[in-house]
C-alpha cells in the first residue's frame, strides 16, 4: 500500500509474540475451566503435546496470574503445560519442598493430606517438647540447665562443633521464612492459586518445630559431658525433625493409600509474573533469611560461651563439703616427720573428717583442701590433706603429701599420685556425685575394695526451700538470702546471712519471707535440747544467750561432773572448738577414774568384781591406784588400759592429778587423760588435728592417752551417747581385734548415754545437784 512506511521487523516481532501470549492464555483459562469442571475425564482424554518433553517444568502447577480460585477447593490441581512465558523470563517459579508441610498448603482444612501434614507436624514437635521437658527436669533453682559440674577440652569443642552442625543441618527455619516471603509476594501479585492463611500456617509450623529443635539442641549439648554423647544427640534430633520427610517419602511410595500417593506425586510451585517490586522484595527477604541464620548461630553461640566461663568459674558445682570417713585405719602409714624422718603411724581416716574448700586445680580439674577443724577456715602451718584429680590414674584421690604407702621408690611409684583413697576412672568432675553414685578403693596396706565416701556439700541453696539453715555432720558456712527466726526460751532473735551449726536437731527453726540483707552474722549452737529448751546459744560479738553447761555421768556417779573448756581469746565463741564440737573437761582428777569405768568403784564385795590388789606398785600400795583384773575371760579383762600404762612411773605420777579431757575427733569423742596444766591456751586451737596430734596412738604404751571413746555420731554433744572402753587392743591383727579392739559398752541398756547435760545450778537426772 502506497504512503505506509515498512513496518520494523522487531517490532512486528513483539506484535505477534504478545497475541501468541495472549491466545496461550485465553487457552490455559478454558483448559482449566474445562478441568475444574471434570477433573477425572480431561485427565482421560488429555493426549499428550510436544512440550511434555521438556523436564524443565513437566508437573509443575502454575497459578492464575488474573484471578483467583472460586471453587471450595484450596488445592490447586496440576496443569500440564509448558509455561513458554518462563523462558522469556516474564514470571518467576518457586518449587515447594517435598514436604507433608507442603500438603498444608495445596489441600483444603478438611481434607484428608491436610490431616496428614498436621499429624506428621505433631510427631516431630511433640518428640521435641518431650526431650526439652526431659532434659529441662533435670534442672534445680540454682542450676536450672543441669550443667555438668565441669568438662573437659575436648567435650568443649565438641559442644561448639555440635552447635554448628546442628545449625547447618536444620532447615525448616530458613524454609519456612522463605515460603512465608514467597507467598506474601504471590498473594500480592494474585498470581496463586492457594490461600494465604494455608501459606502461613504451613510455614508457622515450620518456624515452630525450627525452633524447638535448636533449644533442645542447645539444652541437650550444654548438659552432655562425653564427647560420643553430644553428636548421637545431634544426630537424634535432626532425624526427630525430619519426620515430615519422612512421612512424605512414604506416602509418595504410596504406603498411606492411594490418595496420599496422588497428593505427593507431582512437584508443586508458585508460578507468578515478575516486577521490579518483587525483586527487590526477594532480595531483602533473602538478606532477612541470612540474617536470621546467623542470629541463630550467634545466640546459640554466645549462650555457651557464657555457660563455659561460669562452668570454668565453678558456678555449677560445689567449692565446700564436707567429708566423712568411717572407722576404718591403716596401721602402717608412712609419715614424714618436721625432721624429714619417716615414721611408722596408725591413720585414723575419721581424723581427717571435716570442711575442704576448692582451692586452685591440679591436672585441670578443682583441688580441694581440707580446712582446720575450729571453724572450717584454712589452716596456717598445718599442711592439709586434699583431694585431687590424678591425671595418671584417671581418678579422684585423696592424699596427703607427708603420708606414702611405701618408702621404696620404685612401689611408690607403682603407686599413682602417693593415693589413701582413689576413685573408679572417670573424667567427671563432680565430686560429690562421684561419692553418690560409685563405690571408692581405699588403702590401708593392702587395696580395699568397694568402700562407700559420704560427702555432702556445704553451700547453703535456694533450692533448699524454707530451711535457712542447711543441716550437715559438721560445722560449716552458708549463706541464705533470707532472715531465719529462732524461738529460745520464748525469745525470738533474728539470725541474719552466715550461720555455723552442729546438730540436726537444734531448734525449732521457722523462716520469714523478708527481703535479702547481705548482713553477715555468724551463729553457733553447741547442744540440742535440754529439758525442752536450748541451754547454750553463742552468737558473733558480744552477743549471748544461754547460761553454762555441764555434763554429769548418767546415774552411777555424782562426783565426776564435765564442764566446756572456756577459750576466751576467740573472737567468735568462748569456748573450745574442735571439729566444731565444744572440749568438755574436769581438772584435778586423781587416782583410777572408776567413774568413767565400766564397773564402777570396789567396794567391800570383792568377790562380785573378782578383783586382787598388787600390793607391789609403788605409792605404798594406796588402793586408787591399783588395777583391777577380771579373771574372767568373757569380760576381756586381761587388756585393761590401766594394767598396760600403769607398769610406767610417768604414768603412775600422772594418776596424782590429771585433766580428764572429752572432745571430738572427727567421727567418735575420745575421753583421755592429760597433764593437770592442759587448758585452752596450751595448745593452737586452730591449727589442731587429730592425726598430726598423734591424739589416737593404736596398742600398747603407745596411747596412754584414750580411756574411753563414744560411739560414731554426728551430734553436737556426747550427751546420750553410748561410751566404751577398749580392751584388747595390744594382741595382734590376727586375732581379728581392729584398732579399737573390742569395745565393751559402759552402760548395759542400749540408747541411755553415758553422759547427760544440766545447767549450773541445775540437776542431774536423778535429781543430784
Same mark, same amino acid.
Given at each position: 500500500m502506497a504512503g505506509l512506511s515498512p513496518r520494523d521487523p522487531d517490532n512486528a516481532g513483539a506484535e505477534e509474540m504478545k497475541k501468541l501470549l495472549s491466545r496461550v492464555e485465553l487457552l490455559e483459562k478454558t483448559v482449566l475451566f474445562q478441568r475444574m469442571e471434570d477433573p477425572e475425564q480431561h485427565k482421560q482424554e488429555r493426549?499428550? =503435546?510436544?512440550?511434555?518433553a521438556d523436564e524443565g517444568i513437566e508437573g509443575t502447577l502454575f497459578c492464575d496470574p488474573n484471578a483467583r480460585s472460586t471453587s471450595n477447593e484450596d488445592a490447586i490441581l496440576p496443569v500440564d503445560v509448558d509455561d513458554r512465558r518462563a523462558k522469556y523470563d516474564l514470571y518467576d517459579t518457586f518449587e515447594l519442598p517435598d514436604s507433608t508441610f507442603t500438603l498444608l498448603i495445596t489441600h483444603h482444612f478438611l481434607s484428608i493430606p491436610f490431616f496428614t501434614g498436621m499429624i506428621a507436624c505433631a510427631l516431630a514437635l511433640m518428640c521435641l517438647i518431650l526431650v526439652f521437658i526431659n532434659e529441662l527436669e533435670k534442672g534445680t533453682i540454682d542450676n536450672p540447665f543441669a550443667l555438668p559440674a565441669g568438662v573437659t577440652t575436648?567435650?568443649?569443642?565438641?559442644?561448639?562443633?555440635?552447635? !554448628?552442625?546442628?545449625? $547447618?543441618?536444620?532447615?525448616?527455619?530458613?524454609?519456612?521464612?522463605e515460603i512465608m516471603g514467597e507467598g506474601i509476594k504471590h498473594d500480592e501479585s494474585r498470581g496463586n492459586g492457594f490461600k494465604l492463611r494455608n501459606i502461613l500456617l504451613s510455614s508457622f509450623l515450620r518456624l515452630t518445630v525450627g525452633y524447638f529443635f535448636l533449644l533442645t539442641l542447645f539444652l541437650t549439648v550444654i548438659q552432655e559431658s562425653d564427647v560420643l554423647a553430644i553428636f548421637f544427640d545431634v544426630l537424634a534430633l535432626e532425624f526427630v525433625e525430619s519426620i515430615d520427610d519422612v512421612v512424605f517419602a512414604l506416602c509418595k511410595r504410596g504406603f498411606f493409600g492411594h490418595l496420599l500417593k496422588q497428593a505427593t506425586g507431582r512437584s508443586i510451585a508458585f508460578v507468578c509474573k515478575k516486577s521490579n517490586e518483587h525483586?527487590?522484595?526477594?532480595?531483602? $527477604?533473602?538478606?532477612?533469611?541470612?540474617?536470621?541464620? #546467623? $542470629?541463630?548461630?550467634? $545466640?546459640? +553461640?554466645?549462650?555457651?560461651?557464657?555457660?563455659?566461663?561460669?562452668?570454668?568459674?565453678?558456678?555449677?558445682?560445689?567449692? &565446700?563439703?564436707?567429708?566423712?570417713?568411717?572407722?576404718?585405719?591403716?596401721?602402717?602409714?608412712?609419715?614424714?616427720?618436721?625432721? %624429714?624422718?619417716?615414721?611408722?603411724?596408725?591413720?585414723?581416716?575419721s581424723h581427717f573428717n571435716g570442711i575442704y574448700v576448692e582451692n586452685g586445680t591440679h591436672d585441670g580439674k578443682p583441688r580441694y583442701v581440707e580446712q582446720n577443724k575450729e571453724d572450717g577456715h584454712s589452716?596456717?602451718?598445718? !599442711? *592439709?590433706?586434699? !583431694?585431687?584429680?590424678?591425671?595418671?590414674?584417671?581418678?579422684?584421690?585423696?592424699?596427703?603429701?607427708?603420708?606414702?604407702?611405701?618408702?621404696?621408690?620404685?612401689?611408690?611409684?607403682?603407686n599413682e599420685c602417693d593415693w589413701l583413697l582413689l576413685s573408679p576412672q572417670t573424667e567427671n568432675y563432680d565430686l560429690i556425685e562421684m561419692a553418690q553414685e560409685e563405690y571408692w578403693s581405699m588403702w590401708r596396706g593392702a587395696v580395699m575394695k568397694n568402700y562407700e565416701v559420704y560427702i555432702t556439700c556445704n553451700e547453703c541453696h535456694r533450692s533448699s526451700g524454707t530451711n535457712a539453715?542447711?543441716? #550437715?555432720?559438721?560445722?560449716?558456712?552458708?549463706?541464705?538470702?533470707?532472715?531465719? /527466726?529462732? /524461738?529460745?526460751?520464748?525469745? =525470738?532473735?533474728? !539470725?541474719?546471712? +552466715?550461720?555455723?551449726?552442729?546438730?540436726?536437731?537444734?531448734?525449732?527453726?521457722? =523462716?520469714a519471707s523478708v527481703a535479702s540483707t547481705r548482713t553477715l552474722v555468724k551463729f553457733f549452737d553447741v547442744r540440742v535440747l535440754c529439758n525442752?529448751?536450748?541451754?547454750?546459744?553463742?552468737?558473733?560479738?558480744?552477743?549471748?544467750?544461754?547460761?553454762d553447761v555441764f555434763l554429769s555421768l548418767a546415774s552411777k556417779d555424782n562426783k565426776t561432773a564435765l564442764t566446756i573448756m572456756k577459750d576466751f581469746a576467740d573472737d567468735t565463741v568462748d569456748f573450745v572448738e574442735i571439729y566444731g564440737r565444744p572440749t568438755y573437761f574436769a581438772r584435778n582428777m586423781a587416782g583410777k577414774p572408776y567413774g568413767l569405768l565400766r564397773y564402777g568403784y570396789p567396794d567391800d564385795d570383792d568377790e562380785y568384781f573378782d578383783v586382787f590388789y598388787n600390793s607391789t606398785i609403788i605409792d605404798g600400795g594406796n588402793s586408787e591406784l591399783v588395777p583391777h583384773k577380771h579373771l574372767d575371760r568373757d569380760d576381756f579383762g586381761d587388756d585393761d588400759f590401766f594394767r598396760v600404762n600403769n607398769a610406767t612411773s610417768s604414768f603412775q605420777e600422772l594418776l596424782r592429778n590429771y585433766t580428764f579431757v572429752l572432745w571430738y575427733s572427727g567421727r567418735r569423742w575420745y575421753g583421755q587423760i592429760f597433764p593437770p596444766d592442759?587448758?585452752?591456751?596450751?595448745?593452737?586451737?586452730?591449727?589442731?588435728?587429730?592425726?598430726?596430734?598423734?591424739?589416737?596412738?593404736?596398742?600398747?604404751?603407745?596411747?596412754?592417752?584414750?580411756?574411753? +571413746? &563414744?560411739?560414731?555420731? =554426728?551430734?553436737?554433744? *556426747?550427751?546420750?551417747?553410748?561410751?566404751?572402753?577398749?580392751?584388747?587392743?595390744?594382741?595382734? %591383727?590376727?586375732?581379728?581385734?581392729?584398732?579399737?579392739?573390742v569395745l565393751i559398752q559402759l552402760v548395759d541398756a542400749e540408747d541411755a548415754g553415758f553422759f547427760h547435760c544440766v545447767e549450773a545450778g541445775g540437776q542431774d537426772a536423778s535429781g543430784n545437784a
Open positions: 493426549r499428550p =503435546t510436544e512440550y511434555d575436648e567435650v568443649r569443642v565438641a559442644q561448639f562443633v555440635g552447635i !554448628i552442625i546442628g545449625v $547447618l543441618m536444620e532447615e525448616e527455619i530458613p524454609l519456612g521464612l525483586d527487590k522484595f526477594e532480595r531483602s $527477604l533473602n538478606r532477612f533469611i541470612r540474617l536470621i541464620y #546467623f $542470629l541463630n548461630v550467634g $545466640l546459640m +553461640i554466645a549462650g555457651l560461651s557464657v555457660l563455659m566461663v561460669q562452668q570454668t568459674h565453678g558456678y555449677y558445682r560445689c567449692k &565446700s563439703f564436707s567429708i566423712q570417713f568411717g572407722d576404718e585405719t591403716w596401721e602402717d602409714a608412712w609419715v614424714e616427720l618436721d625432721n %624429714g624422718n619417716m615414721e611408722k603411724r596408725l591413720l585414723v581416716y589452716f596456717r602451718s598445718t !599442711i *592439709p590433706a586434699e !583431694i585431687v584429680y590424678c591425671e595418671d590414674a584417671e581418678s579422684w584421690v585423696f592424699r596427703h603429701e607427708k603420708i606414702s604407702t611405701t618408702l621404696s621408690q620404685e612401689d611408690d611409684d607403682q539453715i542447711l543441716l #550437715f555432720p559438721f560445722v560449716f558456712q552458708c549463706f541464705c538470702s533470707r532472715f531465719t /527466726h529462732a /524461738h529460745l526460751n520464748n525469745q =525470738t532473735v533474728t !539470725i541474719m546471712g +552466715i550461720a555455723r551449726i552442729t546438730n540436726a536437731t537444734v531448734m525449732e527453726v521457722s =523462716t525442752q529448751s536450748v541451754i547454750s546459744v553463742f552468737f558473733t560479738g558480744s552477743i549471748y544467750i544461754g547460761v592442759h587448758a585452752a591456751e596450751s595448745f593452737a586451737e586452730e591449727e589442731f588435728h587429730a592425726f598430726w596430734a598423734n591424739s589416737f596412738s593404736g596398742v600398747g604404751s603407745k596411747d596412754n592417752e584414750t580411756l574411753i +571413746i &563414744s560411739e560414731p555420731s =554426728t551430734k553436737g554433744t *556426747p550427751e546420750g551417747l553410748s561410751f566404751y572402753e577398749m580392751r584388747r587392743r595390744n594382741l595382734p %591383727g590376727s586375732e581379728g581385734y581392729g584398732s579399737f579392739g
